[in-house]
């Protein structure tokens, strides 16, 4: 199985920061990599598909990159509605894996 | 607009079985590939399932394997849950993959809880 690995697990920002968190692959993934945010008691949503392809309706101050086995989530400038529990996930092959989440909340 | 709504979850006794469905609306059902995903109490996400557009391809995570059973007809996606175990506790989301399967999820369904205790 691919093993998705993000960090940090947790971070704490200012309304306005620049925020990236970090996603690793064990095994290369051709880039089938996506990004959820899940705000606590609602369902996951995706923001980025294919390592660096915006969903319809996001926001541009979210972005996503890739480098190898490594990809990047960034939020230019944090917004008090971007506190939330974000997620990596591997859609190259099966099983599909998430990475551990990585929760943003306010300094 | 494009509407996903699961149902079936509750309660269950460990080793007893359970039949989740997913109806789904706003878009052309048996064109897309479909999964399951599901979230334990307070944890992450885990993928349970899928099932390609014209049902010709299922996978499971090895934790269901066996196990659980994915299957559609023209506008329902089900999971049928057999043995069930405690760790199989969590709320299952039914989501839309892409028409070719690509693997990622654009529309999820508000959950369905499966609580397996005795």
């Known amino acids: 199985d691919i093993q998705m690995t993000q960090s940090p697990s947790a971070l704490s920002a200012s309304i306005g920061d620049r925020v990236t968190i970090t996603c690793r692959a064990s095994q290369s993934i051709n880039n089938y990599l996506n990004w959820y945010q899940q705000k606590p008691g609602e369902v996951p949503k995706l923001l980025i598909y294919a390592a660096s392809s915006l969903q319809s309706g996001v926001p541009s101050r979210f972005s996503g990159s890739a480098s190898g086995t490594d990809f990047t989530l960034t939020i230019s400038s944090v917004l008090r509605e971007d506190f939330a529990t974000y997620y990596c996930q591997q859609g190259y092959r099966t099983p599909y894996t998430f990475g551990q989440g990585t929760k943003l909340d306010i300094k | 607009q494009v509407q996903l709504v699961e149902s079936g979850g509750g309660l269950v006794k460990p080793g007893e079985s359970l039949r989740l469905s997913c109806e789904a609306s706003g878009f052309p059902f048996s064109d897309y590939y479909m999964s399951w995903v599901r979230q334990a109490p307070g944890k992450g996400l885990e993928w349970v399932s899928y099932?390609?557009?014209?049902?010709?391809y299922t996978n499971y995570a090895d934790s269901v394997k066996g196990r659980f059973t994915i299957s559609r007809d023209n506008a329902k996606l089900y999971l049928h849950m057999n043995s069930l175990r405690a760790e199989d506790t969590a709320v299952y989301y039914c989501?839309?993959?892409?028409?070719?399967?690509?693997?990622?999820?654009?529309?999820w369904g508000q959950g369905t809880l499966v609580t397996v205790s005795s």
């Open positions: 989501v839309r993959d892409t028409l070719l399967g690509e693997g990622w999820f654009d529309t």
């Open positions: 099932i390609s557009s014209r049902s010709s």
